[in-house]
């Protein structure tokens, strides 16, 4: 029963090339009720939806259950799912990347072997390095019994060859095309005629404009925009006022720059600045922009309609080849992984009690997991405290915690996790360390890395006394080539 979990945490594990190897194990323990026989199939197509089939024996009856999936990858963790498995749910990833789907089951469910469909859906352009994944689902009975547990890890199931071309593409930033189409009706007033430009760059700020012909003056209205950028978002507001919205993950803003009221019948504009984050690869920024105006008053006329479709803009080699030479320099070291160069500095004041003066590795590894270690002293012992970490990486995150407790963060966009690893409290008046784990996604390039980490304490009881303040910087570390 709760093997439809499982199959969906093996198809969750799925991710990159074309097709994907699935291996499986059951996880559960002596006293788990279901055990899990078979899996199939053991490979899967990306770009296509998969029924999946399990099969597990049922040691009792099970009234109802709940179910715990969570999936790890290069990026961290991936997903986190929990629902009742008598109600059918989907479960997306990020940036679009997929989805699954399991169908409710029908409780209660007899002792014997029980077969679970899942069906799953992955993009077609998920990068190789997204391929390896680890996905454990658990499922629990009303009454608290182990009902089930599944471990499934996914890999590339393309040969080598296929792996190098399908991952050269994968460099952050690039171009989006634009393609639009009017979407009105007989009764819209606006016609759009065209847009510009026709391509949209990843990273930066662009005015994307509709132009056309209106057939009768406009004097007020509301807009709504809805955004689908691996999972959509709508948003509204007044026609005649600029209003900024914030996709979600980080992805990036759209605004709505707002129409000069009154609007006098015949040629009009709208205009609507897109930025989405230069860490989203081109090929995972496809997306649907739908742009709606309507009056809010008398009539309520149908203003304008306009849907724009973004896609990864084609770079030929031949382009590539003929490239300026400054633009090569500056696309070559747009490629995965890399190293970052840490500076730092001590943003105490004269009544933080303790004082960094060290800081250690000089170099952090992307894609590793490396310590991060703030050296110094304090002159005074400090029984608690708390702590904020300010992490900019694309789009500013704030985290807090106990100074004394270890505490894990995840960054969004997937960009990578942050842990502060917890003082042993008490800790005694003199030398100090404190330190911080990070672990940023392989899939940034060193150069798109480039970031600010702010760390802070303070005593939450008494006076409230400032413990520390560190400042980390990250920046590509430079390579030189002789």
Not at 32 to 38: A, P
Not at 83 to 89: F, Q, Y
Not at 262 to 287: E, F, M, N, Y
Not at 370 to 384: A, L
Request: glycine share 10%; net charge negative.
């Amino acid at each position: 029963m709760m093997m439809k979990s499982a199959l969906a945490a093996g198809m969750v594990a799925t991710a990159a090339a074309k097709d994907l190897s699935l291996t499986w194990k059951d996880c559960g323990g002596a006293g788990t009720k279901t055990k899990i026989t078979s899996f199939s199939p053991a490979s899967i197509t990306l770009g296509e939806k998969t029924t999946m089939t399990g099969k597990g024996d049922l040691s009792e009856g099970v009234a109802g259950a709940t179910f715990d999936l969570t999936m790890n990858g290069a990026l961290g963790q991936l997903l986190h799912c929990t629902g009742d498995a008598s109600v059918s749910k989907t479960c997306n990833l990020p940036l679009g990347t997929g989805s699954l789907t399991f169908e409710a089951m029908k409780f209660p469910i007899a002792a014997g072997t029980v077969p679970v469909n899942v069906d799953i859906s992955l993009s077609s352009s998920l990068p190789t390095t997204l391929a390896k994944t680890k996905t454990t689902t658990k499922a629990t009975a009303k009454n608290g019994d182990d009902l089930f547990c599944i471990e499934i890890d996914s890999a590339s199931a393309s040969s080598e060859q296929d792996q190098m071309q399908d991952d050269a593409p994968l460099v952050q930033g690039g171009s989006l095309k634009l393609d639009w189409s009017d979407c009105g009706d007989s009764s819209t007033h606006a016609k759009v005629t065209g847009l510009s430009p026709a391509i949209l760059p990843i990273g930066k700020k662009t005015t994307v404009t509709g132009s056309g012909n209106v057939d009768k003056q406009v004097t007020e209205g509301a807009f709504t925009i809805s955004a689908k950028f691996g999972v959509t978002e709508h948003y509204s507001g007044d026609v005649c006022a600029e209003k900024v919205f914030h996709l979600p993950l980080g992805i990036g803003a759209i605004t709505w720059d707002g129409l000069k009221c009154p609007v006098a019948q015949g040629s009009v504009s709208v205009g609507v600045d897109v930025q989405l984050s230069s860490l989203i690869p081109a090929r995972l920024a496809k997306g649907d922009i739908s742009i709606k105006a309507a009056e809010t008053s008398g009539s309520q006329d149908k203003l304008i309609c306009l849907d724009i479709k973004t896609s990864a803009a084609q770079t030929s080699a031949a382009a590539i080849d003929t490239a300026p030479a400054s633009s090569k320099k500056d696309d070559e070291p747009l490629v995965q992984g890399g190293n970052l160069k840490l500076d730092w500095s001590d943003c105490g004041d004269s009544s933080t009690h303790a004082k960094v003066t060290g800081l250690s590795p000089a170099i952090l590894p992307i894609g590793k997991k490396t310590t991060v270690t703030g050296s110094g002293n304090v002159d005074k012992q400090v029984t608690e405290g708390a702590f904020t970490i300010t992490a900019k990486f694309g789009v500013t995150e704030h985290y807090s915690g106990d100074v004394c407790a270890e505490k894990v963060f995840h960054l969004p966009l997937g960009v990578g996790v942050i842990t502060w690893d917890g003082l042993k409290c008490p800790v005694a008046k003199g030398s100090v360390s404190v330190g911080v784990d990070v672990q940023l996604s392989s899939l940034i390039p060193a150069r798109l890395a480039k970031g600010d980490i702010s760390i802070k304490a303070a005593e939450t009881s008494g006076s409230q006394d400032k413990l520390i303040c560190l400042d980390i910087k990250t920046s590509a570390e430079q390579t030189i080539v002789v």
